[in-house]
C-alpha cells in the first residue's frame, strides 16, 4: 500500500464545490465559543458536502484567523449565514418542512445508531454551547432529538467530534 499524494486525490475545487450537489444536511451552531471548533465544523461540512451552516448566538463569523486556522478554506467553500436568534431561524426552517433535530442528552432522545432518515428529506442539525449544550427551548421546538451514545465515564464530547460522528453517520445512511 501506498500513500496517496494531495494532487491524486482528485479534490473539487472551490467552484466545482459551489456546483455539486449538495447533502441535504444543515448544519446550526448556538453559541459556540471556540473559533477552533467552528473552523472544525467548517471542514467537516466542506468533506460531507453540507448544504448550509448557521451560525447563531455568540457564534463567532468568518472571517477570523482562528476560523481559518482549522477551517483550512472552507469557509469560501461551504454556504453560511449568521442569524443573531435560533428561534427565529427555527421557526424559518420549520416553515420550509425542513425536520429540525437537536444533538442533546434529553428524555426520549433518539440513538444515533436507531436513527434512520426519512428520503427526500432535509435535516437541521442543532449543535450548542460547549458547556450548556443545545438550550432547551430550542430542545422542545425540535422534531427530534439524537443523542450519541456513549460507553466511558465522561458524558460529553467535543462538539467538533459530536458534529463529525453526527455528519458521518447520517451521511452514510442517507448516501447508502
Not at 448544519?27 to 451552516?53: M, P, Q, W
Not at 472552507?74 to 433535530?101: G, P, Q, R
Not at 432518515?117 to 437541521?124: F, I, R, S, W
Request: charged fraction near 25%; charge should be negative; glycine fraction near 4%.
Amino acid at each position: 500500500m501506498r500513500k496517496l499524494k494531495n494532487s491524486e486525490l482528485e479534490r473539487l475545487n472551490i467552484e466545482e464545490f459551489k456546483q455539486s450537489k449538495k447533502t441535504p444536511l444543515i448544519v446550526i451552531l448556538d453559541n459556540v465559543r471556540s473559533l477552533n471548533n467552528i473552523g472544525s465544523v467548517f471542514r467537516t461540512s466542506d468533506a460531507f458536502l453540507v448544504e448550509k451552516i448557521y451560525l447563531c448566538g455568540i457564534t463567532a463569523t468568518p472571517p477570523h484567523k482562528d476560523i481559518h486556522k482549522t477551517a483550512l478554506g472552507s469557509t469560501e467553500t461551504v454556504d453560511w449565514e449568521y442569524v443573531e436568534n435560533i428561534m427565529d431561524l427555527i421557526h424559518k426552517l420549520k416553515a420550509e418542512k425542513i425536520k429540525v433535530i437537536s444533538i442533546e442528552q434529553a428524555e426520549n432522545a433518539t440513538m444515533l445508531n436507531d436513527f434512520l432518515p426519512e428520503l427526500n428529506t432535509t435535516y437541521a442539525l442543532v449543535f450548542g454551547n460547549e458547556v450548556k449544550g443545545v438550550k432547551q427551548e430550542v430542545v422542545s421546538a425540535s422534531d427530534l432529538v439524537l443523542e450519541i451514545p456513549q460507553f466511558g465515564t465522561k458524558h460529553s464530547l467535543n462538539i467538533s467530534v459530536s458534529v463529525g460522528v453526527v455528519i458521518w453517520d447520517v451521511f452514510s445512511k442517507m448516501k447508502g
